[in-house]
């Protein structure tokens, strides 16, 4: 067996433990073992993945692993990971363990949550590590079956129409998606599916590539968020329960602009170089309409829903920079947000379930009765708005830089653009911690609040950590995806 089907198997023999599992302690202990797995899994594969690249091996994909599915329709599990692929696992594998702490004690329906939690992250560990058009494709659809369920069952408020709106809207995206991938196939000329014999071969005619492009930009941007597209996503974080939003929010989003990257860019590069502009336009606007948007909620989970279209928005509009710098500062921006965004749902959710309001004008001076959850609070909100040392100050740092190496009058003008995002986004950050953590508690209930728990704080402290130390030490990070970005922009290059 390959090393990165254990990413495949790990998820599978979860969903097996936890159908055979009988009462709560059985199945927090699955989902634990399972959860602590994939962590050490990924933290493994990343130093073997690091060490490789350091002994001087220049494969693009590094443990690449082919096998025949269904020969007629030339489908193969074909699998490999580069820099970019081992980043995204990382990142999941650490939603993942957060988000089975901040589960720990839902109720009701408790195996059923979880079965569905376990197969949602099986689609998105199969996506990151797949090189094939049809097993991305196959593992994709995986991942976003579930969320139908997790929000209609498990959610709250408007959750049944925040469920099928989410789920037609992701499902039309994968229409155009299924379409292009198709058409990507049929005009290569290649005999496999597979990504980097596509890429290499190169026979795709430009009128062609003029086709599939957009179909294909779209089908993942509108998971993305991309404008105007994007109006499930708050919908769908609100309804959301916690550990969903975060996993959502901080690694399924991620699936749209990898593939965008990984599929839309590299595989149809003259298109990507002749049609930019037009989704250069839209991304702009997702970002600073997403940034305005969260400034006039008055729902903590609709804030940093619109928040997560600003900076999701970001990601696509960096990778339409076609620069190298610009390139990486998206991949590190989908990594700060995954982790950032998994902070706050995480951190508004523990928040719902003790004041039972997420309505910004009925909370106030809750710094005085769970002192961690609002420093935790705080930092997140440090960490949105871009301070120096934490995640988001490096990520949009490099995307600006980056943007800003075109030198032309329209790419500049996005870029300043762009860049007022920071400048919103502090304004209602600030804003928001200033009226629900400081000021005088109006409600004498929430005098009586309790802080948070041991397994919120393994949730919180972890996903802390991770934010600071991506802001403080990203050189390895950076330098293992900027590498990773290298055959993608170089086709891109005009």
């Known amino acids: ?10 998820p599978l023999l979860m969903l097996a433990a936890l159908w055979a599992a009988r009462g709560i302690k059985a199945i927090r202990g699955v989902m634990v073992t399972g959860a602590s797995a994939l962590l050490a899994a990924s933290i493994i594969l990343t130093f073997l993945y690091l060490e490789e690249r350091h002994a001087g091996n220049t494969a693009e994909m590094l443990f690449r692993a082919d096998t025949l599915w269904y020969a007629p329709l030339h489908i193969a599990y074909s699998v490999g990971v580069d820099g970019i692929s081992v980043a995204m696992l990382l990142l999941s594998s650490i939603i993942v363990f957060t988000g089975t702490f901040a589960s720990w004690r839902l109720q009701p329906l408790t195996k059923e949550y979880f079965l569905w939690f376990t197969l949602l992250s099986l689609g998105v560990f199969g996506f990151f590590i797949s090189v094939d058009l049809f097993t991305m494709f196959m593992f994709y659809e995986i991942a976003l079956i579930p969320m139908y369920l997790l929000i209609g069952v498990w959610g709250s408020g408007r959750k049944e129409y925040a469920a099928m709106k989410l789920t037609l809207m992701l499902m039309g995206g994968s229409a155009f998606l299924l379409i292009g991938i198709l058409g990507i196939f049929s005009d290569s000329g290649a005999t496999t599916m597979n990504i980097l014999e596509i890429a290499q071969l190169h026979n795709i005619p430009f009128e062609q590539q003029c086709i599939w492009f957009p179909l294909t930009f779209l089908g993942f941007g509108v998971l993305g968020a991309l404008f105007p597209f994007h109006t499930w996503s708050p919908d769908g974080h609100a309804s959301a329960p916690t ?9 399924l989003m991620k699936l749209g602009g990898y593939g965008c990257f990984r599929i839309a860019m590299f595989l149809l590069p003259e298109a990507a170089q002749e049609l930019a502009w037009i989704f250069l336009i839209l991304t702009g606007i997702s970002v600073v309409y997403g940034a305005f948007s969260a400034c006039v909620q008055t729902d903590l989970k609709y804030i940093n829903a619109y928040s997560s279209v600003s900076h999701c928005g970001l990601v696509l509009f960096a990778i339409l920079m076609l620069n190298r710098t610009a390139a990486t500062g998206a991949i590190l921006q989908m990594l700060s947000h995954g982790l950032m965004t998994a902070l706050f749902f995480a951190l508004i959710g523990m928040i719902y379930g003790r004041t039972h309001t997420r309505d910004v004008r009925q909370l106030s001076g809750l710094m ?4 961690f959850l609002s420093v935790c ?35 500049r003008t996005l870029t300043v653009l762009a860049c007022s995002s920071i400048v919103i986004t502090a304004v209602y950050i600030l804003r928001l911690v200033g009226k629900i953590l400081y000021g005088t ?54």
């Open 1 to 10: 067996m390959n090393s990165l089907s254990i990413f495949v198997l790990i």
């Open 243 to 251: 550990a969903v939003s975060m996993l959502h929010a901080g690694v």
């Open 368 to 371: 005085k009765v769970m002192p």
């Open 377 to 411: 609070y705080v930092i997140a909100g440090l960490a949105n708005l871009g301070l120096p040392g934490l995640s988001g100050f490096v990520a949009e740092m490099t995307i600006f830089v980056g943007s800003f190496q075109n030198a032309d009058v329209f790419h």
């Open 441 to 494: 508690c109006t409600d004498k209930h929430h005098l009586e609040l309790t802080d948070a728990t041991w397994d919120e704080r393994v949730a919180v402290i972890c996903l802390i950590v991770c934010v600071a130390g991506l802001g403080l030490a990203p050189f390895w990070v950076s330098r293992m995806i900027g590498e990773s970005v290298i055959p993608v922009v170089s086709q891109l290059m005009p």
